[in-house]
Structure formats: structure tokens, C-alpha cells
């Protein structure tokens, strides 16, 4: 197993070298070739024999990996696959080539196989019998040729030189596991060699012992002798339990712990770090020991060695590591389960005086920017900011704690005077919305507040805590900045959230998704350039649900990306019936963009659809550049390559990234409604922006479009301003797929 294991670390970096030498060799033949046969045949060869090594890549990277559910046997016969398929990509070229171009290059073809033979000799892999195939496939293909020829004496160099690669194959395999294995062993005798030294060495262990079958101590260290108080020669040849167990020998009475360790020895198992309560000249002390059962060269067992250290000082220590344990290492304030504690404490208190106490969780807003944006050392010393003030905002009567994250907790032991929750959470919300200094920059993170009181909303500190978490949920949702207290009809909503993130979970698999198209028009023709997919679910347990409802769930969950997937390849597909012209614009969320097979999913849906790059116009919204800058830029550079287009949408109402204007080459910047509709009331500020963007649009060779366009007056007045394209209700609403279609129909009758 351990050679296995070295075998397949080794894999990655061994395929990948396979994988671009065998680039290398088909570029040169394609670029032999495609003058002599043209582009047609060569282009598909290269293509098909590129997917064959792509996935043989992909088989040895799940074999280098570790925890893949796909077994190894499996993954093997896979890598056989692989090789008779790409040996027939070359085989197909040695016979097809040749015949095509009329025998021209036919030699060279045949030593770029026979090259291929000699490389795979030495290739490394974890299954010999995919070389050999492999080798065997390719030299076939060469006799074949030479035969063809009527190279006859060639075609018996090109047997021999065949057989030749396939016996120093097996040769090379050979030598290669007896080295692998006679380091392995070399490996394990020194390991067993130096066991008990290293043991020694990284437990900082104080001395040796040993013990024989009988368990009586022998060959007694000074420093062991020390240890148990007494000179080495009254100790030898006593029993070890005797040694440790002081008064209490004669009784039986052990503690549990001295029985553990005689359970151990009386069953020869080895044993490590283990906590011994020992007595010594009276004096209880605690030791730690390590035991390995030792046995002769005829297997016998022998006794006992092992090493030990007194650790008396760490145990006295505990109470002050357990004091730690209950505080928060960064912040310095309590932690959860101090939290908890006295929350539990505080419940207990209201029910024994019929009084009331209080939990109110407080979260940071905004603070997820700050962390993505400025680092995660300068979201830990924001914390310790804002920490340091609620801290300032407590009494006698509050315990303030962090639970984690950027949330915290404070209780209130007695809050039945009236008001105290509400005033404390304003204070906190106006003490924490106030600027921080960290670092030379000026942050405004802001906190929303959830309460809840006992008894009244819960008994327990599980009920509490929840029910307080629902509170704060719901002042997040109503904008953050926000109060509020807990009320029944919170386990409802929550309920409610729930059922219906059961459902859209099985809202792809029963079909309930569909997607809406609404056109994009070009300002001057007004004629369709586009169509912008929206997908709507229509449940069978809740009706038609809000985008502006479930799209954020899906976000919170993850499910967005299984539902951008599925929005690509359908509305790939559909553009297909659209004329040639007209683009299809789906919307990616940040979840989907930063998987690392964004590239792939794009790729795939443009090949199962038929669609032209050119066609597809990927749209991001500012924040994608908040979560990993870095693999945002270079996902959308991999959909840019493959010739899609990127528009910019909403820009202006997030995070204005004007550096990424400048680094990505964005072909369209969308301008969001409230500045459309601002303008239409005569906004200067809006019409500035719009102008703006226009300009700045047109001097980085930009498009530009204008959302919510829902009046001719509106539509006028952003062809006067300079936007290229409009979308809104002016020039429709989304529609249906059968709708957009006709839609085309229509004005080809109107232009017949």
C-alpha cells in the first residue's frame, strides 16, 4: 500500500509532463500535415486526441488524489482505456495521413511514432499494462504503415524495435519496484531503530523504563530512579505497579488510571501519552508514559520499553488553562460557552425571582467587505475595535461575549425594567455604526440586533438562543441598522424559509424552473439585439415564487450554482432558434463564478447547444470582485478566450471597480434603473452619472445599456444621452420562450 501511495503521488506530475509532450509531438504533426490535407481532417484529429489526454489526465489526478469515492482498480482500467484510445488517435494519422496527402511525410509520421514508443518506454505509471497497450497499439500502427509500403524489411526492424520497447518496458517496472521496495524497507528498519529515541525526542520525555514479562522494572535509568525517589539498585527487579503505587499497594485501591495502565501491560499493548496518577514517597504526582511491547528475534515477548515524563505542573496548571479555554483569545471577551453559562445562570435567577432576563445577539453589517476586501488581519483588529465598545456599553448586570465571527452576545441578568433591551440595542447599534481607524483606513461596518427575553421566549438557553437568532435574521433582512425583538411569527417565517428551501431544492428535478427572455433593443434602430434570460420557478407547493424571494435563498445555500448551471445550457439552447444576430445574456452569480469549473460548465454548454461563443454574453454584477478578486479575473479571461462576451451590470449602485474596467475587458456596462429613472424625474445627479458612465464607456470601446426603460419620454431621453442599447418595459416585458420566437416571425412577415 505505502509503495501504491508513493506511486500515485508521483502520478501528477508524471502525467502532466506525458500530457505536454504529447501536445508538443501532435502540434508538430498537425502543423506537418495541415497544409498537405487540409485544416478539415487535421483539426478534428487534434481535437479528438486532445480529449483522450485530457481525460487520461483526469484519471491520474483522481488517482493522485486522496478520498476520491471512484476505487483504484476502477481508475486503472480507465488508464488502459485511455491508452488504447490515444494510440489509436495515433495510429488512426499513421494510415490515414499518408494516404491522404499521397504517402508525402509518411516516414515522418512513422519516426514520430516510433519516438512516441521510445518516450513511453520510461514514462512512469501506476499501471505497467497502459504502457504496454500502449506500445503495443503504436508499433502495430507502424508495421502496418511499412507493410502497406511494401517496406517489408522495415516492417521486421519495426517488429524487433517493438518487442525491444515492450521487454525494456517491462524491465524499467521491474528495476523501478525493487528500488521503490528496497527503500521501503530501508525505511522501516531505521524507523523501528529509532522509535523509541524520536518518541523520547518529541515528547520531551524526562527518561526511559523497562519492565520484563513479569512486569518488574530492569535495567533502571539514574534519571527513573530520581524520578521514583530511591537509589537504582533498591528499585531493580521490583514490580513497576508496586514502585508507582505507594500506600495504596497493599490495599488494591488504584486509581482508575493505574488500573488502565495494568490492563495495558497484562495485554502487551502499546500505549501512548498516557495520564498516570502515581504516588511517590507519599507525594501524589501525575506522570505521562509511552510503552511498546519488545519481542526477540523468534517473536517472544520480552517485556516492556517505553518512555515518561512527570507532568505534575502542567495538571496544577488546568485551572488557569480552563480560565482561557472561556475566553475569547482574540477579543478578550468571554466566549460561548461563558455565554451560555450565564445565560443558563440568568434563566434560572428569572424563574426563582419572577423576574425577567434578556439575550440579544448582535451582528456586524457589512463586515464580510471589509474581511474580503482588506484581509482577514485587518478584520481581526476591527474586532478588537468593536469589541473594546460594547465592552465600554456594559454594567453590572450585562455579560458581553463572542460566539464567533463578527457576531456577539449579550446578557442581561435582570431586565424587567422597561426599555432596557430596547436602549441597550440602540446604543449598541449607534456606538458600533461609528467610524473605526485600523490601519489607515476609515471603516463603516455598522450592527443589526436581535433580542429575546426569558421566560417569556424561552425557557431554555437552546430556545433562547434561537429564538433571539430568529430576531436577528430579521433585522438583517430589513436592511441591517436595525432592532428587532423576537415574535412568534418569526418561527413561521423561518418555517416558512425552510419549507421553502426544501422545495427548491427539488425544483430542478420535477421541472418547475423555466426561464423568461426580455429583449434588448439598440437605441437608434430600436430592433432586437439581445435577449437577457430570467428564470422564474413556478412551485407545486407554493405557486409562483418572487425571483426577489427565492434567488437570495438560493445564494445562502449554494443552490445557485446547480440553477446557473441549468439557466446556461437552456438558454444556450434556445438562443439557437433565435436569428444569427441576436445574443443571449445570462446572469452568473459570484457562488458560480469562483467554482473552479466555471470555464468547463460555459465550454460544455456552448457544445451541447451548438451556439457561437460569439453569441453568449456572460453578465456580473460589482460584487464578484468582494469575494476573490483574483479567480473572478481569471475565470472571466477563460470565458473572454473562448470568444463569449462580459457586461458589467448594475454598475454604480455596489463598489464601483473602476480598476477592474481597466484590467477586464468588459464589452458592455449596464446602467441601472433608479439612475434611468432618476434622470426621467430630472435628477442632476442621475443624468451626470449616466453621462459618466457613457463617456467612460465609449473611451475604453464599451457598450452601454440603459435598464428600466418603461416610457417613450424615458427612451428618448437615454438615446439623447448616448446609451447604445435599452432594456425595459417600454420595449417588452419578459416573455416566454414560444413568445420571443414569434416575436422574430413577426417581423419577418412585417418585412415580407
Given at each position: 500500500m505505502r509503495l501504491r501511495g508513493d506511486e500515485y503521488a508521483e502520478l501528477a506530475y508524471a502525467s502532466r509532463n506525458r500530457m505536454l509532450a504529447n501536445a508538443l509531438v501532435a502540434f508538430f504533426t498537425a502543423a506537418v500535415f495541415a497544409p498537405l490535407i487540409g485544416f478539415l481532417v487535421v483539426v478534428p484529429w487534434a481535437g479528438l486526441l486532445a480529449f483522450v489526454l485530457y481525460r487520461s489526465r483526469q484519471t491520474d489526478l483522481l488517482l493522485a488524489a486522496s478520498g476520491t469515492r471512484v476505487g483504484p482498480a476502477t481508475l486503472e482500467r480507465w488508464q488502459n482505456l485511455h491508452a488504447i484510445a490515444g494510440a489509436a488517435c495515433w495510429v488512426g494519422a499513421v494510415l490515414l495521413f499518408p494516404l491522404l496527402s499521397g504517402g508525402a511525410q509518411a516516414?515522418?509520421?512513422?519516426?514520430?511514432?516510433?519516438?512516441?514508443?521510445?518516450?513511453?518506454?520510461?514514462?512512469?505509471?501506476?499501471?505497467?499494462?497502459?504502457?504496454?497497450?500502449y506500445i503495443g497499439i503504436l508499433g502495430l500502427g507502424v508495421i502496418l504503415s511499412l507493410a502497406l509500403a511494401g517496406q517489408w524489411q522495415a516492417v521486421g526492424g519495426a517488429i524487433l524495435f517493438t518487442i525491444a520497447s515492450l521487454v525494456a518496458t517491462i524491465q524499467i517496472r521491474t528495476t523501478f519496484v525493487k528500488a521503490r521496495l528496497a527503500e521501503a524497507a530501508v525505511a522501516e528498519k531505521e524507523a523501528v531503530v529509532s522509535l523509541l529515541l524520536r518518541e523520547f525526542e518529541e515528547n520531551e520525555a524526562d527518561w526511559l523504563w523497562e519492565v520484563d514479562p513479569a512486569r518488574r522494572l530492569r535495567s533502571v535509568s539514574p534519571r527513573f530512579a530520581f524520578a521514583l525517589g530511591r537509589a537504582q539498585g533498591e528499585v531493580e527487579g521490583k514490580p513497576l505497579l508496586e514502585m508507582v503505587a505507594g500506600q495504596n499497594w497493599a490495599s488494591g485501591q488504584f486509581p482508575p488510571s493505574l488500573h488502565d495502565l495494568a490492563e495495558r501491560l497484562k495485554n502487551r499493548e502499546n500505549f501512548s501519552n498516557m495520564l498516570v496518577q502515581v504516588s511517590i514517597l507519599g507525594e501524589e504526582r501525575w506522570w505521562e508514559l509511552s510503552g511498546t511491547p519488545v519481542r526477540d528475534e523468534q517473536g517472544r515477548f520480552t517485556g516492556f520499553r517505553g518512555v515518561g515524563s512527570d507532568v505534575t505542573e502542567q495538571r496544577k496548571s488546568s485551572e488557569k488553562i480552563a480560565y482561557l479555554a472561556r475566553y475569547d483569545t482574540l477579543t478578550q471577551l468571554p466566549n460561548r460557552l461563558q455565554?451560555?453559562?450565564?445565560?443558563?445562570?440568568?434563566?434560572?435567577?428569572?424563574?426563582?425571582?419572577?423576574?425577567?432576563?434578556?439575550?440579544?445577539?448582535?451582528?456586524?453589517?457589512?463586515?464580510?467587505?471589509?474581511?474580503?476586501?482588506?484581509?482577514?488581519?485587518?478584520?481581526?483588529?476591527?474586532?478588537?475595535?468593536?469589541?473594546?465598545?460594547?465592552?465600554?456599553?456594559?454594567?453590572?448586570?450585562?455579560?458581553?461575549?463572542?460566539?464567533?465571527?463578527?457576531?456577539?452576545?449579550?446578557?442581561?441578568?435582570?431586565?424587567?425594567?422597561?426599555?432596557?433591551?430596547?436602549?441597550?440595542?440602540?446604543?449598541?447599534?449607534?456606538?458600533?455604526?461609528?467610524?473605526?481607524?485600523?490601519?489607515?483606513?476609515?471603516?463603516?461596518?455598522?450592527?443589526?440586533?436581535?433580542?429575546?427575553e426569558g421566560p417569556r421566549d424561552g425557557n431554555s438557553v437552546e430556545e433562547m438562543m434561537r429564538n433571539a437568532d430568529l430576531a436577528l435574521y430579521r433585522a438583517k433582512d430589513m436592511g441591517g441598522g436595525e432592532h428587532c425583538r423576537f415574535e412568534p411569527v418569526l418561527h413561521a417565517s423561518a418555517e416558512?424559509?425552510?419549507?421553502?428551501?426544501?422545495?427548491?431544492?427539488?425544483?430542478?428535478?420535477?421541472?418547475?424552473?423555466?426561464?423568461?427572455?426580455?429583449?434588448?433593443?439598440?437605441?437608434?434602430?430600436?430592433?432586437?439585439?439581445?435577449?437577457?434570460?430570467?428564470?422564474?420557478?413556478?412551485?407545486?407547493?407554493?405557486?409562483?415564487?418572487?425571483?426577489?424571494?427565492?434567488?437570495?435563498?438560493?445564494?445562502?445555500?449554494?443552490?445557485?450554482?446547480?440553477?446557473?448551471?441549468?439557466?446556461?445550457?437552456?438558454?444556450?439552447?434556445?438562443?439557437?432558434?433565435?436569428?444569427?444576430?441576436?445574443?443571449?445574456?445570462?446572469?452568473?452569480?459570484?457562488?458560480?463564478?469562483?467554482?473552479?469549473?466555471?470555464?468547463?460548465?460555459?465550454?460544455?454548454?456552448?457544445?451541447?447547444?451548438?451556439?457561437?461563443?460569439?453569441?453568449?454574453?456572460?453578465?456580473?454584477?460589482?460584487?464578484?470582485?468582494?469575494?476573490?478578486?483574483?479567480?473572478?479575473?481569471?475565470?472571466?479571461?477563460?470565458?473572454?478566450?473562448?470568444?463569449?462576451?462580459?457586461?458589467?451590470?448594475?454598475?454604480?449602485?455596489?463598489?464601483?471597480?473602476?480598476?477592474?474596467?481597466?484590467?477586464?475587458?468588459?464589452?458592455?456596462?449596464?446602467?441601472?434603473?433608479?439612475?434611468?429613472?432618476?434622470?426621467?424625474?430630472?435628477?442632476?445627479?442621475?443624468?451626470?452619472?449616466?453621462?459618466?458612465?457613457?463617456?467612460?464607456?465609449?473611451?475604453?470601446?464599451?457598450?452601454?445599456?440603459?435598464?428600466?426603460?418603461?416610457?417613450?419620454?424615458?427612451?428618448?431621453?437615454?438615446?439623447?444621452?448616448?446609451?447604445?442599447?435599452?432594456?425595459?418595459?417600454?420595449?417588452?416585458?419578459?416573455?416566454?420562450?414560444?413568445?420571443?420566437?414569434?416575436?422574430?416571425?413577426?417581423?419577418?412577415?412585417?418585412?415580407?
Open positions: 516516414y515522418t509520421l512513422q519516426m514520430i511514432l516510433l519516438t512516441l514508443m521510445v518516450a513511453s518506454t520510461f514514462v512512469f505509471s501506476t499501471s505497467p499494462l497502459s504502457v504496454l497497450l455565554v451560555t453559562e450565564a445565560l443558563g445562570e440568568a434563566l434560572r435567577y428569572a424563574a426563582q425571582w419572577r423576574t425577567r432576563c434578556a439575550l440579544l445577539m448582535v451582528d456586524l453589517d457589512r463586515f464580510k467587505a471589509v474581511n474580503d476586501s482588506l484581509g482577514h488581519m485587518t478584520g481581526d483588529k476591527l474586532l478588537a475595535q468593536v469589541s473594546a465598545r460594547l465592552q465600554s456599553l456594559m454594567g453590572e448586570n450585562h455579560l458581553c461575549g463572542r460566539l464567533g465571527g463578527d457576531e456577539f452576545a449579550i446578557v442581561i441578568r435582570d431586565a424587567s425594567q422597561v426599555g432596557i433591551v430596547r436602549d441597550l440595542a440602540r446604543r449598541v447599534i449607534d456606538r458600533l455604526s461609528e467610524p473605526y481607524q485600523v490601519d489607515h483606513h476609515t471603516l463603516y461596518v455598522g450592527a443589526s440586533v436581535g433580542s429575546a416558512e424559509r425552510r419549507q421553502l428551501e426544501v422545495a427548491l431544492r427539488k425544483a430542478l428535478g420535477r421541472d418547475e424552473m423555466v426561464l423568461h427572455y426580455q429583449p434588448v433593443v439598440d437605441a437608434r434602430s430600436e430592433s432586437v439585439v439581445s435577449f437577457e434570460a430570467l428564470v422564474r420557478w413556478n412551485s407545486a407547493d407554493h405557486g409562483f415564487v418572487s425571483p426577489g424571494k427565492f434567488i437570495p435563498l438560493a445564494e445562502d445555500t449554494r443552490l445557485i450554482v446547480p440553477i446557473g448551471q441549468w439557466v446556461l445550457r437552456r438558454a444556450c439552447e434556445e438562443a439557437r432558434n433565435w436569428p444569427e444576430h441576436v445574443k443571449v445574456n445570462v446572469n452568473v452569480s459570484p457562488e458560480q463564478l469562483l467554482e473552479p469549473g466555471f470555464h468547463d460548465q460555459v465550454v460544455q454548454a456552448l457544445a451541447a447547444s451548438g451556439l457561437r461563443p460569439e453569441r453568449l454574453e456572460v453578465e456580473v454584477t460589482e460584487s464578484i470582485f468582494l469575494r476573490d478578486a483574483s479567480v473572478a479575473r481569471n475565470a472571466l479571461e477563460q470565458v473572454m478566450a473562448l470568444g463569449c462576451s462580459v457586461a458589467l451590470d448594475d454598475f454604480g449602485t455596489g463598489y464601483s471597480s473602476l480598476g477592474y474596467l481597466r484590467k477586464l475587458k468588459f464589452s458592455t456596462i449596464k446602467v441601472d434603473r433608479t439612475f434611468v429613472q432618476g434622470a426621467a424625474q430630472g435628477s442632476a445627479e442621475s443624468l451626470a452619472i449616466i453621462n459618466a458612465v457613457v463617456a467612460m464607456a465609449k473611451s475604453l470601446q464599451m457598450t452601454t445599456t440603459a435598464e428600466g426603460v418603461e416610457t417613450s419620454e424615458e427612451a428618448e431621453l437615454i438615446r439623447n444621452l448616448g446609451c447604445d442599447k435599452i432594456q425595459g418595459f417600454y420595449f417588452g416585458r419578459p416573455m416566454t420562450a414560444e413568445d420571443a420566437r414569434s416575436l422574430f416571425a413577426a417581423i419577418r412577415e412585417r418585412r415580407a
